[in-house]
């Protein structure tokens, strides 16, 4: 470890900002939604960025863009860093974007600093990371290590009836290479925390041990659709109070199972959605999220009988379906050490945390040694286009970055 160097945090911090010009929101943060005129305009910029830092590009055929940089071992494998450039509808500037060009400027201070590593270290913009436009998230890395076929990636299709793979091609950036014939050393991934942990504990590092696995049950409830004035109370097939009940539940099995255990409802779609009208079909998705695997199967299956006891009493119809899930993940112990060892030999304030959200790291780990790096976030906000951190905190994030890689990629040289 090279105890005496660290990353230029003002050109981070200006890459971040020239980043965030592409795709602006309506309130300061970033509306670059995956595989959209946005999305080419930025992966253009992170290309030309990448080549002025020597760095050599490839692009599998789901958009993952690859960026190298050789290391003096011609046999050794790789070292991965990064995340994905792409953005929720109203998103902030620095979800994603900051894994990404902090790897990038991890490679520009080896390059001022004049150090060669035995491994290569390759900087990755996973496509569709967010699933905001095209269902589910993590789909480039998901097809990446063999969840999903490119056959599957390329008929994804959007709210307006458009598909990926299309869409892909007409922003230029659907490549040649098969998707995961790439072997990795290890995979370091840097984050915003997207909570409000580490900054309550003034801490600048999160330590990331486990990530939350995930399911989620998406419910259609058919009821009638009457007039809500002239209908009798007790001749309704209400689909409506079902869902309020079921929303019920959701709180009441999570609160059953705490600790580390999180459940709720986030967007429920009524058909027709009228104030004088009962609904016809009331369409919500359930998340659930916990580190221990048997909880979090339990909970979706507790949910699940009461919502259907629910349905059977009030006479609604009601229909499961899984639209998301990945189990919990256990990050690499010998890289989780790289980063805690790294955090204290730096200064920074570090704890230990599990990630609440998903991200490709969580994919990764499935196929080679993977760890996250966390720093805080103003308020916790994060898929909100308030999002904030600061200088400060982007620089201790991919100092420790920089740090936990030379671990593992191995110093060459240094003039």
Not at 6 to 33: H, T
Not at 196 to 204: C, G, R
Not at 240 to 256: D, F, K, N, S
Not at 370 to 382: F, R, T, Y
Request: glycine content about 10%; proline content about 5%.
């Amino acid at each position: 470890m090279i105890s005496n160097i660290y990353i230029n945090s003002e050109r981070l911090w200006q890459s971040l900002a020239d980043m965030a010009k592409i795709g602006p929101g309506v309130a300061g943060g970033n509306n670059r939604q995956t595989v959209t005129d946005a999305d080419g305009e930025a992966r253009a910029l992170f290309a030309e960025w990448c080549k002025g830092a020597g760095l050599v590009m490839s692009v599998d055929k789901v958009g993952n863009m690859f960026m190298m940089r050789p290391g003096s071992d011609p046999d050794a494998l790789p070292v991965y860093v990064g995340s994905h450039l792409d953005t929720v509808p109203a998103g902030g500037k620095y979800d994603g974007v900051l894994g990404v060009l902090a790897g990038l400027e991890l490679v520009r201070t080896l390059n001022d600093n004049k150090i060669s590593t035995r491994h290569p270290i390759v900087v990755v913009n996973w496509s569709n990371e967010e699933g905001a436009r095209f269902h589910p998230a993590m789909l480039g890395s998901g097809v990446f290590i063999g969840k999903q076929d490119i056959a599957f990636a390329y008929a994804r299709e959007d709210m307006d009836g458009k598909r990926f793979g299309d869409e892909l091609r007409r922003i230029g950036w659907a490549g040649e290479e098969e998707p995961g014939n790439r072997k990795m050393q290890a995979y370091f991934e840097l984050h915003i925390e997207q909570g409000p942990v580490l900054e309550a504990a003034s801490k600048e590092i999160g330590v990331i041990t486990h990530c939350q696995g995930m399911k989620r049950p998406q419910y259609t409830l058919t009821g009638k659709a009457v007039h809500t004035g002239s209908t009798p109370m007790h001749m309704r097939v209400n689909a409506g109070l079902a869902a309020a009940r079921i929303t019920e539940v959701v709180q009441e099995v999570a609160m059953a199972e705490q600790p580390n255990a999180v459940a709720g409802i986030g967007k429920m779609v009524y058909s027709p959605c009228s104030p004088n009208v009962l609904p016809s079909t009331v369409l919500f998705a359930i998340d659930i999220r916990t580190v221990d695997g048997d909880k979090l199967q339990r909970m979706y299956d507790t949910i699940w009988q009461r919502a259907e006891k629910i349905c059977a009493e009030l006479g609604v119809g009601c229909k499961v379906e899984e639209v998301g899930s990945f189990d919990p993940v256990t990050f690499a112990p010998e890289l989780v050490n790289a980063v805690r060892s790294s955090a204290e030999a730096l200064g920074y304030g570090h704890m230990d945390m599990v990630s609440g959200s998903g991200h490709d790291a969580c994919w990764i780990a499935e196929v080679a040694p993977a760890a996250m790096i966390m720093c805080p976030c103003v308020d916790g906000l994060s898929h909100n286009e308030a999002e904030a951190i600061s200088p400060e905190w982007a620089a201790a994030g991919a100092d420790v970055l920089l740090h936990s890689v030379l671990k593992v990629a191995g110093q060459s040289n240094q003039n």
